[in-house]
């Protein structure tokens, strides 16, 4: 298995954006030193839910502090941003990180972010293929050639190229079954993250996802099954919830905030209707239960058999922990990093 850490850059009251971006790039930096093999930002907007509106930016700062892990965005928003003003920059990032990035990419699901770029969230997933068409076409070809709904490009070179051929590899966010499948069945990569979603729902997911590829007829040694899950690794339960409990109750109290617009599905986009379902859950969800049923905390011991239970279960074959949540603290999030490392990596590898 490959493990990863991942970087929301969640601004609660009691932080600051000063430290909120000084955490990230000595964490990121100290994940290069423990030997994770990745390290993954997330987009977003408007919002203390995540203050990392350019990712391209902070990776760029990564790039320089790191040597050996992957650098991925988890994800970039397509529909946010130009796919041409796309493309360049994160071939520059690719460049600057000598062919370290991995791409994930997504449409978006808070309708406060669309709401604050004007776009209509139902136009989502179309801009979000017209975007991704273009992208690789900027990445492969010499000239870009484009006619969309939504983009019309013609005859555009586009600069730099990446440094990864025949493009960095490209990772998809997925939640529904059919999103899974479409994915699959065109041979790519997927992102996803089951932190809100029962164990039967993702194994049949997954399950759909890695037929469907064979079926396909894609490699089998390249179908891989990642997941993000929140991750904390204590010296004991105690300590564990001491120094967990406040930020991951304000994640989830957060994110039921910005999630969708209404609990009643009927009022948002179908695409979304699924978040709409999760976010009354979200609303009253509580410690004891987040433990038992959703995140990996606990001591060392604990981590492991959850995680064990999660690989057979899923077919886990790349594990990305969430352990910088809700402003934790920096001293506790580099212990979790570090007995995690010592402890847990060296039992699946």
Request: glycine content about 6%; proline content about 6%; some cysteine.
């Amino acid at each position: 298995m490959k493990f990863g850490v991942f970087f929301l850059l969640e601004q609660p009251e009691w932080t600051t954006q000063a430290r909120v971006y000084a955490d990230v790039l000595a964490q990121a930096a100290y994940a290069d030193a423990l030997g994770y093999d990745s390290v993954w930002l997330a987009e977003h907007h408007f919002s203390e839910y995540g203050i990392c509106p350019s990712m391209a930016v902070l990776m760029g700062a990564l790039a320089e502090r790191t040597r050996r892990v992957r650098l991925g965005t988890a994800v970039t928003i397509l529909p946010f941003n130009h796919p041409l003003r796309t493309a360049e920059e994160w071939a520059m990032v690719d460049q600057l990180s000598e062919g370290r990035l991995d791409f994930g990419v997504g449409r978006g699901y808070q309708p406060g972010e669309f709401g604050g770029f004007d776009i209509p969230m139902d136009e989502s997933r179309e801009r979000f293929e017209e975007a991704l068409a273009i992208i690789k076409q900027a990445w492969t070809q010499d000239r870009v050639n484009f006619e969309g709904a939504h983009y019309r490009v013609r005859e555009v070179r586009v600069l730099p190229r990446p440094v990864q051929r025949p493009h960095p590899p490209i990772r998809i966010a997925c939640v529904s079954p059919d999103t899974f499948e479409r994915v699959a069945r065109r041979g790519e990569k997927f992102l996803s993250a089951p932190s809100i979603t029962p164990v039967d729902y993702m194994k049949a997911a997954y399950a759909t996802y890695a037929r469907v590829w064979r079926e396909a007829g894609h490699p089998a040694d390249q179908l891989e099954i990642p997941a993000l899950y929140f991750t904390h690794v204590g010296a004991d339960a105690t300590a564990t919830r001491r120094d967990t409990e406040r930020s991951i109750l304000w994640y989830f109290a957060t994110l039921a905030r910005v999630i969708a617009g209404s609990r009643d599905p009927a009022q948002v986009p179908p695409a979304y209707r699924f978040y709409a379902r999760a976010k009354a859950n979200l609303e009253t969800v509580t410690y004891d239960f987040l433990t038992r049923e959703v995140v990996l905390f606990g001591d060392a011991e604990r981590v492991i058999d959850r995680l064990a239970m999660l690989r057979d279960e899923l077919g886990l074959t790349h594990v990305i922990c969430w352990m910088s949540f809700g402003g934790l603290d920096d001293p506790a999030v580099r212990g979790s990093m570090r007995r995690f490392a010592e402890k847990v990596i060296p039992r699946f590898r």
